[in-house]
């Protein structure tokens, strides 16, 4: 058997709308679908503004340049994550300040109160594996010290804190489709302004449309448009939109697919935890996971290794994330060295993610489970 890490899943319904884009003869964005994907997030997650973006990426990227982040600014964000949260900030010439996480995986807040200075602009937290910091404390001491959040909750699409969706907590969220994440249309994110502030959510259109008011212009508010603000150009094709719309309207069955093989693992692994030879992933009381995650922390990076290798040799392709942002060429450069943050050193040294998908069937997760098991001579 040969088990691939990720697959995107497709519903069929994917090519029906493409076709339709066809027909209505509009592939730029913003077109029909577009605005039912940005419609379908508003009102499914509820937030008041929804925009489809090109990448998580690049929504990250914007997020920073609506809140006018700049040179000089402090931003605390965790080093255990996606070189794209640490990219929106270095690409504003603003400074990152690289914290721990928790045993959650998330934003360690002890750590970033501490971090807090005069300078601190922003704070962003990274929702792993779809689970979150402490987001009502997060948001409180935002209020305390007037700095800004943005959620990277490129993973957490249809994850829960308390009764709210993680990504509409923050000031601005962002959301990944690419084919990685549970949902997907290949490439794709999207920008969630979370305030009524009506500049801020203006702002967001106008960084997005090139720097211009083209938006407005095109609900018939004004009557030309001009290049009013710096901006880029951020909007997939109709035919990107069309494809997630399709996704979006199997939600519910997606994630339902997921949660089967996750389910397994948890419960037919947990023995190895009882036994002390690994950790399985730790879910807070606040959260319901979407099921986009599914890994191991070993006791040490050698039996990570010897795990992950024995499960490639079985056909079986386990993976580590994250090299840790502070601990990389780059980091190195922006002054932090190893041993700086010991805790995620050692989680990125003995983490490793077994396959999930939406296809991963029973039989498959059965056979990686007993594969494991085999390893550990149980
Ligand atoms: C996937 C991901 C991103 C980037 O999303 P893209 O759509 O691939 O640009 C950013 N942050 C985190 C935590 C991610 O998992």
Redesign the pocket.
């Known amino acids: 058997m040969k088990i691939r890490f990720t697959e995107p899943y497709i519903t069929g319904d994917e090519e029906i709308y493409i076709k339709d884009v066809l027909k209505r003869g509009r592939l730029a964005g913003d077109g029909f679908y577009t605005k039912e994907v940005n419609k379908f997030i508003q009102d499914r997650f509820n937030t008041p503004k929804a925009l489809m973006m090109t ?6 990227d914007a997020a920073l340049i609506i809140l006018d982040i700049q040179e000089g600014d402090e931003v605390i964000l965790p080093s255990f ?5 640490a990219n929106s900030v270095i690409l504003r010439g603003a400074k990152c300040i690289f914290v721990e996480v928790d045993e959650f995986l998330n934003l360690d807040l002890d750590a970033v109160e501490n971090k807090i200075t005069e300078k601190t602009k922003l704070v962003m937290p ?3 594996a779809s689970t979150s910091c402490d987001m009502d404390r997060l948001m409180e001491l935002s209020e305390k010290y007037g700095y800004f959040v943005v959620e ?1 909750a ?2 957490a699409v249809n994850a829960k804190y308390k009764d709210r969706f993680l990504g509409t907590i923050g000031h601005i969220g ?1 959301y ?3 084919e ?2 549970n949902i997907t249309c290949g ?3 999207a920008l969630l302004i979370n305030t009524e502030d009506k500049l801020l959510q203006e702002r967001a259109e106008i960084v997005r449309e090139k720097g211009t008011n083209r938006s407005k212009f095109f609900r018939g508010e004004i009557d030309k448009y001009s290049w009013v603000d710096m901006g880029s150009s951020y909007l997939p094709s109709d035919i990107l939109s069309a494809f997630l719309l399709a996704q979006f309207n199997h939600l519910d069955e997606i994630q339902e697919l997921r949660k089967e093989p996750y389910l397994y693992y948890q419960k037919n692994l947990k023995h190895l935890e009882e036994k002390g030879v690994l950790q399985l992933p730790k879910t807070p009381d606040y959260n319901q996971i979407n099921y986009h995650i599914f890994y191991l922390l070993l006791n040490t990076e050698e039996e990570r290794n010897q795990l992950m290798d024995y499960l490639k040799d079985n056909g079986i392709n386990a993976v580590f994330h994250y090299l840790p942002l502070h601990d990389s060429t780059k980091g190195h450069s922006l002054g932090y060295k190893n041993g700086d943050l010991p805790f995620t050193e050692s989680i990125s040294s003995r983490l490793l993610r077994l396959p999930l998908y939406s296809g991963l069937s029973i039989e498959e997760t059965k056979f990686i489970v007993n594969k494991i098991n085999r390893y550990f001579g149980l």
Not at 81 to 85: D, K, P
């Open positions: 990448s998580g990426s690049t929504a990250l994550t996606f070189v794209s949260t990274v929702h792993y990277d490129a993973q962002c990944s489709f690419h990685t994440k490439e794709g994110g």
